[in-house]
Every structure is written in structure tokens, then in C-alpha cells.
């Protein structure tokens, strides 16, 4: 067993060295399609900062980051807040309507998006309100 040991303990770490060099590789690859794809992205970058702030005015920071890293694509959506459920179930909402969108403009999604009720838990009456119209608007204006 010993044996064993000392043969492949050279071959896991060549195995680990392969494994970070293809982890490089493939981030690099991501940071290239990410910039073939850059009108993409500025424009659900948009849309997903207009409909953030639709429902909440223009005095929250929101934003739709995309981060490639070694292991994967991070894509983190934002709207300020203090910890508010409510507000991280719109950030939700407001990322999945502009996925939505923009996997229907590209011909690669459904014409429809549903969610469960569930999304709604923690949110003001009133930003539910706004949250369907903009959900409706969007969906008319996109022939959906």
C-alpha cells in the first residue's frame, strides 16, 4: 500500500496541475465570450436597472454584476437595501424578468415566466402592484 501511495501521490498532483490549468483556460474563455457578448450583457445590465428601479425610484443603487471565476460565471443582481426579504425577493423578480426577456429576444426562451406566490412573501402590497404591471408591460411590449 505504501507503494501505491508513492506512485500516484506524482500523478495526482500532475492531476491537480492539469485541473488548475484547465480551470485558467476555461475562465479565460469566459472573459472572451463575455466580451464577444458585451451589447448583450450592457443590455440586460439595463433593463434588469430599469426594472429595479420602476419599482423602487432612482435612489437605490442597483446593478447586474457578472464576475467569471476560476469555477464558475457569478452573476450577482442587486438593489440596495438593509437586509429586507421583501426587496431580495425583487431583486429576484427583476433578475428573472430580465432573463426572461432576453432569452425571448434571442430566441431562446419561452413567452411566458411564472413564479410561485412565495415571491411575493415579505413584499409590500404595493410593490406586488408594482412588480405584476411591470411584469405585464414588459410581457406587452415584447409580444409575450
Keep these: 500500500m505504501c507503494i501505491s501511495y508513492f506512485i500516484t501521490t506524482p500523478t495526482l498532483e500532475a ?3 492539469e485541473i488548475a490549468a484547465e480551470r485558467g483556460q476555461l475562465e479565460s474563455e469566459m472573459r472572451s465570450d463575455l466580451a464577444e457578448r458585451d451589447q448583450l450583457v450592457n443590455e440586460a445590465s439595463v433593463r434588469f436597472l430599469r426594472y429595479a428601479t420602476e419599482l423602487y425610484g432612482a435612489d437605490r ?3 447586474l454584476e457578472l464576475d467569471p ?3 464558475y460565471l457569478r452573476i450577482a443582481p442587486h438593489i440596495d437595501s438593509i437586509g429586507s426579504r421583501g426587496i431580495g425577493n ?3 423578480f427583476c433578475f428573472d424578468l430580465t432573463v426572461a426577456i432576453t432569452a425571448y429576444r434571442g430566441g431562446r426562451g419561452p413567452d411566458f415566466m ?3 406566490s412565495h415571491l411575493f412573501d ?3 402590497a404595493r410593490q406586488v ?4 404591471t411591470l ?3 414588459a410581457a406587452q411590449a415584447e409580444g409575450i
Excluded: F, I, P, Q
Aim: glycine letters at 4%; zero cysteines; proline letters at 0%.
Design 15 to 17: 492531476s491537480k496541475s
Design 61 to 63: 443603487k442597483a446593478y
Design 69 to 71: 471565476t476560476r469555477n
Design 90 to 92: 425583487m431583486v429576484t
Design 114 to 116: 411564472m413564479h410561485d
Design 122 to 124: 415579505g413584499v409590500d
Design 129 to 132: 402592484a408594482r412588480a405584476l
Design 135 to 137: 411584469a405585464r408591460e
